[in-house]
């Protein structure tokens, strides 16, 4: 690194006249970063002495700006901040040329490189566009859209290796003989901004479901035809799509119906093409079918003079005929396959194509989605956790998509985890939010942490583009909510307890109070009760204390004198004598 001395500085300069000239090659290139380029700046001049190894070359990103790299006549180079030695220097002395090299490529390496010799001749520049190793791929469709004045057209662009969520678009639209226009863009934020002379009659929306940027023209005029054109990141363009707006009183139409039918595999389903200002009797009929990311493919042909050609793998299962009754052409498919599933197009004429009818043929048992739990109640800073289990597929060959439906909202997409563990999320929504899979009960798991009063709302797992699950309503309570339910909770197990325990005392107390009514006889005081128990107790120890008694003969045996107690009454007392004692006889075994 170094300057060069100013003595030879003046030099220099007398050495080069106005007819000295620097071309720069290439004017732009486009590199995928990781990868090396090279630029070439010649050196032209009317003086044979004008060679490369006699004067300083600087390089710089504008005109008049600051250097960035510089390569003097004694070998030593100049490097900003910045610019390591990636960045290599050199001349070229056979074809009079300066060279710039850049190797590893990075993002930040895309700029204009413009070489500069003396301070005030520069090169023409050259544009240096470092893309990613994987750049998006756009695949425009249809190719050709044909549609009446009046009626609305729909142009697909379809992208690969990004998400549309995460994407600006661009709609441009070339007339023949014209340079491309704008037409309008929409952003991540689904902000829309159009070109002057465009109006709300050209919408952009985006399809997560196939990851494809639609743009829609409603009531099509004549001068509404043309090429359009999808693009991203600045420079990458889809193949376009060419858009014809016919006279509604010159050509045929051609309406199709049903524009989608849903059929489990192995079934039949049938299209119907009708058209107007033209017989069906006198043309020929021609049914394509056309899968996302790809071009119309040719099924069958039916001619006016009721002859037929198939297309390979459709023999046995197509059928095309008429119905003049309603002017109309019928396609049949029998014994549908999943790979049948596309949109189906009649034309006639070669050029004049029907709008198409969607078929979405789907296994025989397709999956069914249980999610669990119905309602999820967490509090505000914990986790909450929604569970989608999975019938008659399995989740580890299944992409998963989540949404959130919240109160007088659409649906809005939250994110996508596919089956090679990736996680697409919509745009706003943080890793907060992940997907995962628990295979041990087929199940995907959707875990919020750090939930936030903003998340409340019904989630949906969806898979196959249309199977949704039945929903869970996620609440999120404030701390303060969950301590005042704590509180309610506690006040009212406490009551429940203290209920029991008043309950349990009292069918005690009533048990007692039973008791001690059937144990005493009626009119009897607690002194006579007294009188006997001491009575018993006492003949009871008396016999424990004797010997045993000898053996009894037959005949003989102990009797104990009780007194029969007696109910009060009105009447006199009795007197009992000894005669009048009642015995109770109590034979020992």
Same mark, same amino acid.
């Given at each position: 690194?170094?300057?060069?001395?100013?003595? %030879?500085?003046?030099?220099?300069?007398?050495?080069?006249?106005?007819? +000295? $000239?620097?071309?720069?090659?290439?004017?732009?290139?486009?590199?995928?970063?990781?990868?090396?380029?090279?630029?070439?700046?010649?050196?032209?001049?009317?003086?044979?002495?004008? +060679?490369?190894?006699?004067? @300083?070359?600087?390089?710089?990103?504008?005109?008049?700006?600051?250097?960035?790299?510089?390569?003097?006549?004694?070998?030593?180079?100049?490097?900003?901040? #910045?610019?390591? %030695?990636?960045?290599?220097?050199?001349?070229?002395?056979?074809?009079?040329?300066?060279?710039?090299?850049?190797?590893?490529?990075?993002?930040?390496?895309?700029?204009?490189?413009?070489?500069?010799?003396? *301070?005030?001749?520069?090169?023409?520049?050259?544009?240096?566009?470092?893309?990613?190793?994987?750049?998006?791929?756009?695949?425009?469709?249809?190719?050709?859209?044909?549609? $009446?004045?009046?009626?609305?057209?729909?142009?697909?662009?379809?992208?690969?290796?990004?998400?549309?969520?995460?994407?600006?678009?661009?709609?441009?639209?070339?007339?023949?003989?014209?340079?491309?226009?704008?037409?309008?863009?929409? &952003?991540?934020?689904?902000?829309?901004?159009?070109?002057?002379?465009? =109006?709300?009659?050209?919408?952009?929306?985006?399809?997560?479901?196939?990851?494809?940027?639609?743009? =829609?023209?409603?009531?099509?005029?004549?001068?509404? =035809?043309?090429?359009?054109?999808?693009?991203?990141?600045?420079?990458?363009?889809?193949? *376009?799509?060419?858009?014809?707006?016919?006279?509604?009183?010159? @050509?045929?139409?051609?309406?199709?119906?049903?524009?989608?039918?849903?059929?489990?595999?192995?079934?039949?389903?049938?299209?119907?093409?009708?058209?107007?200002?033209?017989?069906?009797?006198?043309?020929?009929?021609?049914?394509?079918?056309?899968?996302?990311?790809?071009?119309?493919?040719?099924?069958?042909?039916?001619?006016?003079?009721? +002859?037929?050609?198939?297309?390979?793998?459709?023999? @046995?299962?197509?059928?095309?005929?008429?119905?003049?009754?309603?002017?109309?052409?019928?396609?049949?498919?029998?014994?549908? $396959?999943?790979?049948?599933?596309?949109?189906?197009?009649?034309?006639?004429?070669?050029?004049?194509?029907?709008?198409?009818?969607?078929?979405?043929?789907?296994?025989?048992?397709?999956?069914?989605?249980?999610?669990?739990?119905?309602? /999820?109640?967490? =509090?505000?800073?914990?986790?909450?956790?929604?569970?989608?289990?999975?019938?008659?597929?399995?989740?580890?060959?299944?992409?998963?998509?989540?949404?959130?439906?919240?109160?007088?909202?659409?649906?809005?997409?939250?994110?996508?985890?596919?089956?090679?563990?990736?996680?697409?999320?919509?745009?706003?929504?943080?890793?907060?939010?992940?997907?995962?899979? &628990?295979?041990?009960?087929?199940?995907?798991?959707?875990?919020?942490?750090?939930?936030?009063?903003? @998340?409340? #709302?019904?989630?949906?797992?969806?898979?196959?583009?249309?199977?949704?699950?039945?929903?869970?309503?996620?609440?999120?309570?404030?701390?303060?909510?969950?301590?005042?339910?704590?509180?309610?909770?506690?006040?009212?197990?406490?009551?429940?307890?203290?209920?029991?325990?008043?309950?349990?005392?009292?069918?005690?107390?009533?048990?007692?109070?039973?008791?001690?009514?059937?144990?005493?006889? %009626?009119?009897?005081?607690?002194? /006579?009760?007294?009188?006997?128990?001491?009575?018993?107790?006492? /003949?009871?120890?008396?016999?424990?204390?004797?010997?045993?008694?000898?053996?009894? /003969?037959?005949?003989?045996?102990?009797?104990?004198?009780?007194?029969?107690?007696?109910?009060?009454?009105?009447?006199?007392?009795?007197?009992?004598?000894?005669?009048?004692?009642?015995?109770?006889?109590?034979?020992?075994?």
């Amino acid at each position: 690194m170094g300057t060069a001395d100013a003595g %030879e500085s003046k030099i220099i300069k007398c050495r080069v006249d106005t007819q +000295t $000239t620097l071309l720069q090659s290439p004017e732009a290139v486009t590199v995928t970063e990781g990868g090396t380029v090279t630029f070439r700046c010649d050196l032209r001049s009317s003086n044979a002495d004008s +060679t490369v190894n006699r004067y @300083d070359l600087h390089w710089h990103h504008s005109r008049g700006g600051l250097k960035i790299l510089s390569h003097y006549v004694n070998g030593r180079v100049y490097r900003s901040r #910045g610019f390591s %030695e990636r960045f290599q220097l050199s001349r070229n002395v056979t074809s009079n040329s300066y060279i710039l090299t850049i190797r590893d490529l990075k993002l930040t390496d895309s700029n204009t490189y413009i070489c500069e010799i003396w *301070g005030k001749i520069y090169g023409n520049g050259t544009r240096l566009n470092v893309t990613i190793a994987n750049p998006p791929i756009l695949l425009q469709s249809p190719s050709l859209e044909r549609v $009446t004045e009046g009626h609305t057209a729909r142009l697909q662009c379809t992208i690969r290796n990004a998400a549309v969520t995460r994407t600006d678009v661009h709609w441009y639209w070339e007339q023949p003989g014209n340079t491309t226009e704008w037409v309008l863009t929409h &952003d991540v934020r689904n902000i829309t901004q159009r070109s002057p002379g465009f =109006t709300e009659r050209f919408q952009s929306f985006r399809d997560s479901s196939n990851n494809s940027f639609i743009l =829609t023209i409603t009531n099509v005029q004549p001068n509404d =035809t043309g090429i359009y054109y999808c693009k991203v990141w600045g420079d990458i363009s889809g193949n *376009g799509s060419k858009l014809t707006v016919t006279d509604p009183l010159a @050509d045929p139409v051609l309406i199709q119906y049903p524009r989608f039918s849903k059929v489990p595999e192995g079934e039949t389903v049938e299209f119907q093409c009708a058209m107007h200002n033209a017989s069906v009797n006198d043309t020929d009929v021609h049914w394509h079918y056309q899968q996302p990311g790809s071009n119309r493919e040719w099924v069958i042909s039916q001619f006016e003079n009721g +002859t037929f050609t198939k297309a390979q793998g459709f023999h @046995d299962r197509v059928h095309a005929s008429r119905n003049v009754g309603s002017n109309s052409y019928i396609l049949r498919l029998v014994n549908v $396959t999943l790979n049948d599933s596309a949109v189906y197009h009649c034309s006639v004429w070669s050029y004049i194509y029907g709008a198409g009818s969607q078929l979405n043929v789907t296994v025989a048992n397709p999956p069914v989605l249980l999610q669990s739990p119905s309602l /999820e109640r967490v =509090t505000e800073g914990h986790t909450a956790r929604l569970q989608c289990t999975m019938r008659n597929a399995a989740v580890t060959h299944t992409d998963i998509h989540w949404y959130q439906e919240q109160l007088g909202n659409n649906k809005t997409w939250v994110l996508t985890h596919d089956v090679r563990n990736n996680t697409q999320w919509s745009p706003g929504l943080t890793e907060r939010f992940q997907s995962s899979r &628990d295979p041990s009960n087929n199940s995907f798991i959707l875990t919020i942490t750090n939930v936030q009063p903003n @998340d409340t #709302g019904v989630y949906y797992c969806k898979v196959w583009g249309d199977i949704n699950g039945n929903g869970t309503l996620l609440s999120v309570m404030e701390q303060s909510e969950e301590l005042w339910l704590m509180i309610i909770i506690g006040v009212a197990l406490a009551f429940v307890v203290l209920l029991c325990i008043f309950l349990i005392i009292l069918l005690y107390v009533k048990k007692w109070a039973c008791f001690q009514h059937r144990s005493k006889p %009626e009119g009897t005081s607690e002194e /006579e009760l007294n009188t006997v128990y001491a009575t018993v107790s006492a /003949e009871v120890q008396n016999k424990q204390m004797t010997a045993s008694p000898p053996p009894l /003969e037959e005949g003989e045996l102990y009797y104990a004198d009780i007194q029969f107690f007696r109910k009060k009454t009105e009447q006199p007392a009795t007197v009992v004598t000894e005669e009048s004692t009642e015995y109770a006889a109590i034979k020992y075994t």
